[in-house]
């Protein structure tokens, strides 16, 4: 799959949103993919995770466990896993940090993939590296479906993207009058109570 073939699977599910939007790094954005509404289809998750679970297999080779962050990487983790046939696990938040929890281990010579459903500035997949430089195993990279900063992430491993784009996105403070003048909407997870 191209990059316009994912973002016309989120225009299909209703999830390519436009307005004015928190993302959960804090910037702001014309542009949200509410990724939940693919996620929501076992079809749509399938049919992105297959794709994408060919293109990893092809740069890391044989995978053991697929970890990534909750909220956003415990869907796509899984059903990536399942097409490598790996195991699939998720960091949790515990006094703000991501820690691997409900018995979740890796062994000394697992080959670990992070994987996570959108990236934008990375935040969610250095935290999953963190908190995996803790467990025994290598992390050999990272995927995600959309890859929304057009590559400049930092993510603390090498990045597999099914589709990569570049919707803008702006600090609060220095925001396009067009956006100024619409309310802001934080459809996200992240600083949820």
Do not use: W
Not at 81 to 87: E, K, Q, S, V
Not at 128 to 135: P, R, Y
Not at 152 to 174: E, K, M
Request: some cysteine.
């Amino acid at each position: 799959m191209n990059s316009d073939q994912v973002l016309d699977v989120f225009r299909d599910a209703g999830a390519l949103l436009e307005g004015h939007f928190i993302l959960s790094s804090g910037r702001r954005s014309p542009v949200f993919l509410q990724k939940a509404l693919v996620f929501s289809r076992p079809d749509l998750s399938e049919k992105l995770c297959r794709a994408l679970a060919e293109k990893l297999t092809a740069v890391f080779g044989k995978i053991d466990v697929v970890a990534g962050p909750a909220v956003g990487g415990i869907i796509p983790g899984y059903e990536i896993a399942r097409h490598l046939g790996a195991r699939a696990i998720f960091a949790e938040r515990v006094d703000g940090r991501l820690e691997f929890r409900r018995g979740f281990s890796i062994g000394p010579n697992d080959r670990v993939l992070i994987a996570e459903d959108i990236v934008t500035t990375g935040l969610s997949f250095r935290e999953t590296v963190e908190a995996l430089e803790k467990l025994p195993g290598t992390v050999v990279g990272g995927a995600c479906i959309i890859d929304r900063s057009g590559g400049r992430a930092d993510v603390g491993c090498q990045l597999i993207s099914l589709a990569q784009v570049n919707f803008p996105d702006y600090a609060a403070d220095d925001l396009p009058p067009e956006l100024a003048a619409m309310p802001a909407i934080k459809p996200g997870s992240r600083g949820i109570a």
